[in-house]
């Protein structure tokens, strides 16, 4: 098995005007980052017209399928049975994206066949990263 997952997933901009402008977004998990998921999305998604992303645990997506959930910048809901909705919130505004939850599910389970859910701590090496971050300072 790959130590990264990627899956093209198709997003749903909510715009201001309650439009859905539909972009592809790529839903990235690392085994080396075994906490956290990214989503990517392309530039005419965003208002400076470059590629964003954002990094959110693992956890927060899965149980954000079930029932609201997040605090601070990014926010997990489903909206129905067959959509999740996930807000971004960020300084120059709050971004919202609706996306089959069958999507999502199937990106999890692909991220719990790399690492099984709870054994998340034995994929880090604290004590090397604590070096890194020490050679840099």
């Known amino acids: 098995m790959s130590p990264v997952i990627d899956q093209t997933v ?5 715009t201001a005007e309650a439009q859905v402008l539909d972009v592809p977004a790529v839903l990235r998990y690392r085994r080396d980052d075994p906490l956290a998921i990214r989503i990517c999305f392309p530039p005419r998604a965003s208002l400076a017209g ?7 645990a693992r956890d927060l997506l899965a ?4 029932s609201p959930t997040g605090e601070g910048d990014v926010h997990v809901r489903p ?20 996306i089959k939850t ?3 599910r199937r990106f ?7 690492v099984p859910a709870g054994s998340e701590h034995l994929q880090l090496d604290l004590d090397g990263d604590l070096a890194a971050l020490l050679r840099e300072a």
């Open 10 to 14: 198709q997003a749903g901009l909510i």
């Open 50 to 56: 470059s590629h964003v992303t954002w990094v959110f």
């Open 63 to 66: 149980a954000g399928l079930e």
């Open 79 to 98: 909206f129905g049975a067959d959509v999740t909705v996930m807000e971004f919130h960020a300084a120059v505004g709050t971004a919202m994206v609706r």
């Open 102 to 104: 069958a999507d999502l």
């Open 108 to 114: 999890l389970q692909r991220s719990y066949l790399v």
